[in-house]
């Protein structure tokens, strides 16, 4: 039996309720994130990815689906799921460096005052902060403001991660700097992360897996793999194919009118009958292929990326 996902979610529809109308975030969203994951929600603004970071970290209700860590409902927020938020005022104007990261450790009562300075510490030195411990919110930069909030975020060593564009706000450069220390922490510290963002750059060098979402409201089109790309290959001609690739999947109309495309070591959808959701899977199976199943983004050929079905645009991967 192969690893069981960490966190899943089956057919989750998000919703918001108004007096006057109800507007549907999501539509029967599904997807497994295993342990150690690198797991990134991509796609354009308003297509309820930041909604489904919600809906994980226990803050959001589905109105139909699930969602389950280790198997059980996630029914409210836990300690097991902290989030990052792109937000720079999400740290305590008057609680230090220090006493920020150690707050959470000691109102979820986990730690012991000295266990947690000493465990908020060693966080906030891996950010590179250890000189700013004594010092407030107001006096950092943005990005000093984002590592602090990264840095209390690990300390508490949960489950999963949640990260909602927690580099947005920053400049060009910041942001770059940004995104390879978050990837030297997880080499180090191997955290399982669901992040969520709206680049398509930032989603091939952050994630090691990616869920490709439509517009409103947000269907999956497509799942792909990006553990082969980072900081050090952003510049090459792979990496660059690969993006324009994930930009033709999320935009282009030309390819979302083209009917369904059999995928290699698939059932064929049927073109004369309607199809129903979920019409086919999204991952290929098969000899040759990476990762178990997973179907790395230069796999198949690009004809492969175009089947779809009647109610969404489900891309077949």
């Avoid at 039996?1 to 006057?20: F, I």
């Avoid at 809906?55 to 209700?61: D, R, S, T």
């Avoid at 709206?198 to 979402?213: D, K, M, P, T």
């Avoid at 994930?246 to 698939?266: C, K, M, Q, Y």
Wanted: contains cysteine; charged residues 20%; hydrophobic residues 45%.
């Amino acid at each position: 039996m192969g690893a069981q996902p960490l966190l899943r979610a089956q057919g989750v529809s998000l919703e918001y309720r108004t007096r006057a109308q109800t507007v549907r975030a999501t539509h029967d969203v599904s997807f497994d994130v295993y342990q150690g994951d690198r797991f990134v929600l991509l796609g354009p603004s308003g297509c309820g990815k930041s909604s489904l970071l919600k809906a994980a970290g226990g803050f959001l209700a589905p109105s139909a689906g699930s969602i389950s860590l280790h198997g059980k409902a996630v029914n409210g927020p836990g300690p097991d799921r902290v989030a990052v938020f792109q937000e720079f005022d999400q740290l305590p104007p008057w609680k230090t460096v220090k006493q920020n990261v150690m707050f959470p450790l000691l109102a979820s009562r986990r730690l012991k005052r000295h266990e947690a300075e000493e465990r908020a510490m060693h966080w906030i030195a891996k950010v590179g902060l250890e000189a700013f411990a004594d010092a407030f919110p107001h006096t950092l930069s943005g990005g000093m403001k984002q590592r602090v909030a990264i840095a209390r975020a690990l300390a508490m060593q949960p489950e999963v991660l949640l990260m909602d564009e927690p580099f947005a706000a920053l400049d060009a450069l910041t942001r770059r700097k940004m995104q390879e220390e978050l990837g030297l922490l997880w080499e180090e510290a191997k955290f399982t992360l669901l992040f969520v963002t709206h680049s398509i750059e930032e989603a091939l060098v952050v994630g090691n897996r990616i869920l490709l979402l439509s517009p409103h409201p947000g269907r999956v089109r497509a799942e792909l793999n990006s553990h082969q790309f980072g900081m050090h290959s952003t510049g090459s001609p792979e990496f660059q194919a690969a993006a324009n690739r994930i930009h033709r999947l999320l935009f282009d109309e030309e390819a979302a009118a083209s009917g369904p495309v059999a995928v290699p070591n698939t059932a064929p959808v049927p073109v004369e009958a309607p199809v129903a959701e979920p019409a086919f899977t999204r991952r290929a199976a098969g000899a040759g292929l990476p990762l178990a199943g997973y179907v790395a983004i230069d796999a198949l050929p690009p004809a492969a990326y175009a089947a779809i079905d009647e109610t969404g645009r489900r891309y077949a991967v």
